[in-house]
């Protein structure tokens, strides 16, 4: 079994030899050739998935961190990855930090965190550390999503909500 990387054709020569005659030698051998169209980094599907890594204890109006976990669960390399997070309501945007690439804070008016970070390789994660502070005494709700160039087969797993009580 042969597990390309990369699009383009791949050429094979296989032969056949034996220690009995053959009558017919001429063929004992040929040539395939396969064209390959998918593949890592050649336009092949990335399942790109979000999730949040378990919270900390939040407390009234102080800073609250929180991570947000990108995976590449293949097949292919993911390019042009891009994880964004809703802010939750009430809140005051810190900071934001990924492993790879760079984050952007809101613009003005929103409350939309936006991270470019590349290309994520199959089995590989992203992890952008959120930095808040926190309103009053509350729920607050944060989704995150992750999105690739690559067409993804598991689109369902490209959102994660998750609830928080700041108490």
Do not use: K
Request: proline content about 10%; hydrophobic content about 35%; charged content about 5%.
């Amino acid at each position: 079994m042969v597990t390309p990387t990369t699009a383009g054709t791949l050429t094979t020569n296989p032969s056949v030899s034996s220690s009995t005659t053959d009558p017919n030698s001429l063929n004992n051998s040929a040539a395939l050739t396969s064209t390959v169209t998918g593949g890592a980094g050649a336009g092949g599907s990335a399942d790109m998935a979000v999730t949040h890594a378990p919270p900390g204890r939040a407390r009234p109006n102080t800073p609250f961190s929180y991570g947000i976990l990108a995976t590449n669960n293949g097949p292919a390399a993911a390019h042009n990855v891009v994880v964004t997070d809703q802010l939750p309501a009430g809140v005051v945007f810190n900071s934001a930090l990924s492993s790879a690439g760079t984050c952007s804070p809101p613009p003005a008016g929103s409350s939309l965190v936006t991270c470019n970070v590349g290309t994520v390789n199959p089995n590989a994660t992203v992890v952008v550390n959120i930095s808040i502070t926190t309103g009053a005494a509350a729920n607050i709700i944060d989704t995150a999503q992750v999105s690739a160039t690559e067409p993804d087969p598991n689109p369902a797993n490209n959102t994660n909500t998750q609830s928080v009580r700041v108490h």
